[in-house]
Nanobody, 119 residues
Framework: QVQLVESGGGLVQAGGSLRLSCATS????????MGWFRQAPGKEREFVAA????????HYADSVKGRFTISRDNAKNTVYLQMNSLKPEDTAVYYC????????????WGQGTQVTVSS
């Protein structure tokens, strides 16, 4: 069974940085597209970033372009989200997710990690 475990969340001041990690427990997740999503209180879950298995294809939400960087280390079965220039509106629970390349939806999700950005 695929398991995703996020870590690295916390409280940071506006303008600061955090790096989230998503560790997986099964090697086959390496063939999957990995994504980061977030959900703020009272709002729907939204897409943040995604990276293909090779790392050659990356997508970002417009709201984080130029500030966040997604990367992966397949040897460590880990995906990262480097978040710089954080804003209070980035406050949310951040989730890691996985899907097969041609799937239309993500089928594996982590439990989430809280990111709080103070003004």
């Amino acid at each position: 069974q695929v398991q995703l475990v996020e870590s690295g969340g916390g409280l940071v001041q506006a303008g600061g940085s955090l790096r989230l990690s998503c560790a997986t427990s099964e090697r086959t997740v390496n063939r999957r597209v990995m994504g980061w999503f977030r959900q703020a209180p009272g709002k729907e879950r939204e897409f943040v970033a995604a990276i293909s298995w090779s790392g050659g294809t990356i997508h970002y939400a417009d709201s984080v372009k130029g500030r966040f960087t997604i990367s992966r280390d397949n040897a460590k079965n880990t995906v990262y989200l480097q978040m710089n220039s954080l804003k209070p509106e980035d406050t949310a629970v951040y989730y890691c997710a996985a899907r097969f390349p041609y799937a239309t939806s993500y089928d594996y999700w982590g439990q989430g990690t809280q990111v709080t950005v103070s003004s």
